[in-house]
Nanobody, 121 residues
């Protein structure tokens, strides 16, 4: 079964940095787009950043200029470098990937278990 494992979350002061990592494993034929979502207490889950199978990227307005998404296709991994962190960045961050497990099968969304990011003084 396909599994996405996340790491890198933690507690950091405002203005600090964190780097999140996510690696996919299992029965994988190909991986298309990958991304990061977050959910703050009392709010809906929102897209933070996404990256295509190539190099195209998309960021939420609130993180543009501060966060950078990247991927390593050889490792089926995606990363999120977070700089100049603010208290409003606090939340549970989830890795997402579109994965095909068969040659002619559909690309299906898979999710990581989530990792907590807390920005506080």
């Amino acid at each position: 079964q396909v599994q996405l494992v996340e790491s890198g979350g933690g507690l950091v002061q405002p203005g600090g940095s964190l780097r999140l990592s996510c690696a996919a494993s299992g029965s994988i034929f190909s991986v298309s787009a990958m991304g990061w979502y977050r959910q703050a207490p009392g709010k809906q889950r929102e897209l933070v950043a996404a990256i295509s199978s190539g190099v195209s990227t998309n960021y939420a307005d609130s993180v543009k200029g501060r966060f950078t998404i990247s991927r390593d296709n050889a490792k089926n991994a995606v990363y999120l470098q977070m700089n100049s962190l603010k208290p409003e960045d606090t939340g549970v961050y989830y890795c997402n990937a579109g994965i095909r497990t068969r040659v002619w099968g559909p690309a299906t969304d898979y999710w990581g278990q989530g990792t907590q990011v807390t920005v506080s003084s």
